[in-house]
């Protein structure tokens, strides 16, 4: 249930930033505009480039780096985010989202494998006692 969750969250996070408010989707679009910052990633390479009028184009040739594209995007938060201010709430708000939903698909992921090998392990019970009696509260 939360696996599916998980996964149709995380496509509405990509979506979502794929169609960002003020994304130049090719160079074509950025003749004419003047540069106002650039966004450069942890490894130095530039994420986004951010024209005067708000609008920015992700450097990266690859439309199939939607982490790199969210990355680029939290980078440039300062700059952007009083011009597109509701689409941070919203992409915040995913975020969120896909973090929750991930913690409770790993639940289910763990609880599932404990169901599915207890019949096999019949040991596995008396192990996870002994193992939640060793946790601090």
Do not use: C
């Not at 995380?10 to 130049?24: D, E, H, I, M, T």
């Not at 990633?41 to 920015?56: C, H, N, Q, R, T």
């Amino acid at each position: 249930m939360f696996v599916e969750k998980k996964l149709r969250v995380n496509a509405k996070k990509v979506s979502f930033v794929k169609s960002f408010p003020g994304r130049l989707k090719n160079w074509d679009e950025t003749i004419g505009k003047t540069i106002k910052e650039i966004v450069n990633l942890d490894e130095g390479k530039p994420g986004l480039v951010i024209f005067s009028d708000a609008s920015f184009f992700f450097v990266s040739s690859s439309e199939q780096e939607p982490a790199l594209l969210l990355r680029s995007l939290l980078a440039a938060q300062t700059y952007l985010e009083s011009h597109y201010q509701e689409a941070y709430k919203t992409l915040a708000q995913l975020i969120e989202e896909d973090k929750e939903m991930q913690r409770m698909a790993r639940l289910e992921n763990i609880m599932g494998a404990i169901e599915n090998n207890l019949p096999q392990i019949p040991e596995l019970k008396n192990a996870l006692k002994q193992f939640l009696e060793k946790l601090p509260s």
